[in-house]
């Protein structure tokens, strides 16, 4: 049924992180360097760190370095997986809340 499972995991695994989902939000507004996206964050940061590698590893971002500066940014494919993921669940969603609206209705126009 699922093109990706694993694939998909890892996206919603690196989303489930309130500091990730955070970091993904502020990459929305263009790419960044490593110190700008953990400013936000009381952490140290090799454990700032371990954020940015999972979201790089899920592939939700890629990292590149030039001279002593590594910079972040988005990486759009995983983003049309979950889409589409997320659309077939509510296309399923809606065919099943459309037959209980026709079941009630049914019902209500019997009495």
Do not use: Y
């Not at 690196?14 to 989902?21: F, G, K, S, V, Y």
């Not at 371990?50 to 990486?75: M, N, P």
């Amino acid at each position: 049924m699922e093109k990706h499972p694993e694939t998909l995991n890892g996206i919603f695994q690196a989303l489930a992180d309130p500091t990730r989902r955070a970091v993904i939000a502020r990459l929305g507004k263009g790419p960044a360097s490593i110190s700008d996206l953990a400013k936000p964050f009381d952490m140290a940061l090799p454990s700032f760190m371990k954020h940015i590698h999972f979201l790089e590893d899920s592939g939700l971002i890629r990292t590149h370095k030039e001279g002593r500066v590594r910079t972040c940014a988005l990486e759009k494919k995983p983003f049309g997986a979950v889409e589409s993921w997320l659309s077939a669940q509510r296309a399923l969603w809606e065919a099943r809340t459309d037959r209980l609206e026709q079941f009630v209705t049914a019902a209500s126009s019997k009495e």
